[in-house]
């Protein structure tokens, strides 16, 4: 055991369970806590709720091991991780309606010189609100002088789908604390696991380092994408045109795609928007480029169909990167939605070998269908490339005259 140390990461996702994972496997107790009970009896039977490599073997070790158990009530522990999603409303502003939630679960179980870790990707001021909230809930942890006896820090996940379990480890960390204290604290905690520098700071500075990171990334797919619209109106290949220029010894241009998805950099930048709306107007001008590529993909696609009566339109690939599970802001999964709503009287017939289902805006529409790679092109008029998953890296055998939309360049 580490020094009898206990930890509760409320939220079981893409990275709450992870970390709780990697926690249990240096020895610490881990209790998950999730509102939902399927993924609480998943995990708590040693097994994962979704797709994310070599992670189903930590679980399942430290299950066995009884270093990691689940419920949906949150207990007493030393330190909470809160790992929660936080998406944005319809204006694009931030919606912080589950890190409240899972505050209003932590307070009752607080005790003073507890350490509260936000790391859910979280505007600026987010930690400061998370405190806030819990001492509403419990004032009794605030000394004589106004002094919180609860120590807050916000420590943004900086990990790649696919490599969660690698990066985790590897990775550099940044921890920013209310207090210097608070940060000292949590940066003890991440040395359990993490082999990475961790960089200390205030936790607003931290919150922002994590939008400032996606942000930065964002801006230059919109460039590559910006590239790939100009490229088709002057009849270029946009992807040779990117590997010529990438040869230039201080360029180096991202790959254009059908969009941007993933709960980091499709949301990321909007919080610093939020903030500073008049002074991120490059920031805003990125995020509207890419939002703006789903739309431009559809418009292909119904050109292209335009005279076929009864089409068949096979769309490759729903999540919003290769070879993973994750649907969150997915472009293919926008695209394939408004295909289905521009063209009523077509068949879009889905491929994504990593789910069983398709989502439920999908799959309630009759025009939509999830089927294996040979059902869907077997005679489809056009064939969409949204997700270059391993599994459509070989082009597959076309119908004679289907029109191909490779918004990866996968088959170049």
Same mark, same amino acid.
């Given at each position: 055991m580490v020094d009898d140390l206990t930890v509760a990461v409320v939220g079981l996702g893409y990275i709450g369970l992870p970390t709780a994972a990697i926690l249990a496997a240096n020895g610490v107790r881990v209790h998950g806590v999730d509102v939902n009970p399927r993924t609480v009896e998943a995990v708590a039977a040693g097994e994962v709720p979704f797709v994310e490599p070599d992670l189903a073997g930590y679980v399942a070790r430290?299950?066995?091991?009884?270093?990691?158990?689940?419920?949906t009530q949150v207990p $007493? !522990?030393?330190?909470?991780?809160?790992?929660?999603?936080?998406?944005? +409303?319809?204006?694009? *502003?931030?919606?912080?309606?589950?890190?409240?939630?899972?505050?209003? !679960?932590?307070?009752?179980?607080?005790?003073?010189?507890? +350490?509260?870790?936000? #790391?859910?990707?979280?505007?600026?001021?987010?930690? @400061?609100?998370? +405190?806030?909230?819990?001492?509403? #809930?419990?004032?009794?942890?605030?000394?004589?002088?106004? %002094?919180?006896?609860?120590?807050?820090?916000?420590?943004?996940?900086?990990?790649?789908?696919? @490599?969660?379990?690698?990066?985790?480890?590897?990775?550099?960390?940044?921890?920013?604390?209310?207090?210097? $204290?608070? !940060? *000292?604290? !949590?940066?003890?905690?991440? #040395?359990i696991f993490c082999q990475g520098q961790i960089l200390l700071t205030d936790a607003t500075t931290a919150e922002m380092a994590k939008l400032v990171e996606n942000s930065f990334r964002d801006v230059n797919i919109a460039f590559a994408n910006e590239l790939s619209l100009i490229c088709d109106r002057l009849g270029l290949d946009v992807w040779e045109l990117i590997e010529l220029?990438?040869?230039?010894?201080?360029?180096?241009i991202l790959q254009p795609g059908p969009g941007v998805g993933g709960h980091c950099i499709a949301v990321?930048?909007?919080?610093?928007?939020?903030?500073?709306? $008049?002074?991120? @107007?490059?920031?805003?001008t990125a995020r509207e480029v890419n939002d703006d590529k789903p739309g431009y993909?559809?418009?292909?696609?119904?050109?292209?169909? #335009?005279?076929? %009566?009864e089409p068949v339109v096979a769309t490759l690939g729903l999540s919003f990167k290769a070879d993973i599970d994750d649907l969150r802001e997915s472009p293919a999964r926008k695209i394939v939605a408004e295909l289905a709503d521009a063209a009523p009287t077509a068949a879009v017939r889905v491929v994504e070998p990593h789910v069983t289902a398709l989502p439920p805006e999908l799959a309630n529409r009759r025009n939509v269908e999830l089927v294996t790679l040979g059902e869907a092109v077997a005679q489809a008029d056009v064939v969409v490339l949204l997700v270059d998953h391993a599994a459509f890296r070989t082009v597959p055998h076309l119908k004679d005259g289907a029109v191909v939309v490779d918004t990866r360049g996968a088959w170049r």
């Open positions: 430290a299950v066995a091991d009884g270093l990691l158990t689940a419920g $007493e !522990a030393d330190v909470y991780i809160v790992a929660v999603p936080t998406p944005f +409303l319809e204006d694009r *502003t931030p919606d912080l309606g589950y890190i409240r939630s899972a505050a209003q !679960a932590i307070a009752p179980r607080l005790k003073a010189g507890a +350490l509260v870790i936000l #790391e859910s990707t979280s505007p600026p001021g987010a930690t @400061r609100q998370l +405190l806030d909230w819990l001492l509403a #809930e419990r004032p009794d942890l605030v000394d004589a002088d106004g %002094a919180s006896q609860v120590l807050a820090a916000h420590c943004p996940e900086r990990v790649l789908p696919g @490599r969660v379990m690698v990066e985790l480890v590897t990775n550099d960390r940044i921890v920013g604390g209310l207090t210097a $204290e608070a !940060a *000292t604290r !949590a940066k003890a905690v991440y #040395e220029a990438n040869h230039h010894p201080r360029v180096n990321d930048p909007w919080f610093i928007v939020a903030s500073a709306p $008049e002074q991120s @107007r490059l920031i805003r993909v559809v418009n292909r696609v119904l050109a292209a169909i #335009e005279d076929v %009566a």
